[in-house]
């Protein structure tokens, strides 16, 4: 079955960077997509950033350009997430998710970011 | 971007009831809508794709419609773990947007 598994739970401080992983299983990899989307506290669902596992092709939110870097690894079949210079507004649950419709989430990478 | 604009914010309702959730887009996004549902601590579950197609194993109680702005979710017969927080997202355009969710709390 079609499985998305996200790497643990991270705490970092200020201006540090964290990579997030996203495992996928049960599915060809190279044939959907990965979104990034990540719930702060208090806040609502946000759109992170897109990745073609077939050709590399990603698009950013605006508000992370120059900070975000997303990859994909096809021979371990994992995506991954970096978030570069944290503050405390990072905070958040991080998603990965497939494309082109969101079926299946992975189980969320809670990322601390405090000094 | 497009902005998702979802009533009501939350509802109480009672076992076996009927409830529906409305999504607006800020502009027509076709038919590219899902509903999704979360409860705590757990990842989002998708229900419904392309506006009104249950995904696997989605139970027929949830039924989806609309098109170009307008969309909703009904729940035909609400049972006990039907309650929770229900989200809309368009996937027409970057940035993938979201409904603000709705809660279905118990009566």
């Known amino acids: 079955q079609v499985q998305l598994v996200q790497s643990g739970a991270e705490v970092k401080k200020p201006g540090a960077s964290v990579k997030v992983s996203c495992k996928a299983s049960?599915?060809?990899?190279?044939?959907?997509?990965i979104n990034w989307v990540r719930e702060a506290p208090g806040q609502g669902l946000e759109w992170v950033g897109w990745?073609?596992?077939?050709?590399?092709?990603?698009k950013y939110a605006q508000r992370y350009q120059g900070r975000v870097t997303m990859t994909t690894d096809t021979p371990t079949t994992t995506a991954y997430l970096e978030l570069a210079s944290l503050t405390s507004d990072d905070t958040a649950i991080y998603y990965c998710?497939?494309?082109?419709?969101?079926?299946?989430w992975g189980q969320g990478t809670l990322v601390t970011v405090s000094s | 971007d497009i902005q998702m604009t979802q009533s009501p914010s939350s509802l109480s309702a009672s076992v076996g009831d009927r409830v529906t959730i409305t999504c607006r887009a800020s502009?027509?996004?076709?038919?590219?809508l899902a509903w999704f549902q979360r409860k705590p601590g757990q990842a989002p579950k998708s229900l419904i794709y392309?506006?009104?197609n249950l995904e696997r194993g989605v139970p027929s109680k949830f039924t989806g419609s609309g098109s170009g702005t307008d969309f909703t979710l009904t729940i035909s017969s609400l049972q006990p773990e039907d309650f929770a927080t229900y989200y809309c997202?368009?996937?027409?355009?970057?940035?993938?947007?979201f409904g603000e969710g709705t809660k279905v709390e118990m009566k």
């Open positions: 997202q368009q996937y027409h355009s970057y940035p993938w947007t």
């Open positions: 392309g506006a009104s």
């Open positions: 049960g599915y060809p990899f190279t044939s959907y997509g």
């Open positions: 990745i073609s596992t077939f050709s590399g092709n990603k």
């Open positions: 998710t497939r494309d082109p419709t969101p079926d299946y």
């Open positions: 502009q027509g996004i076709i038919n590219y």
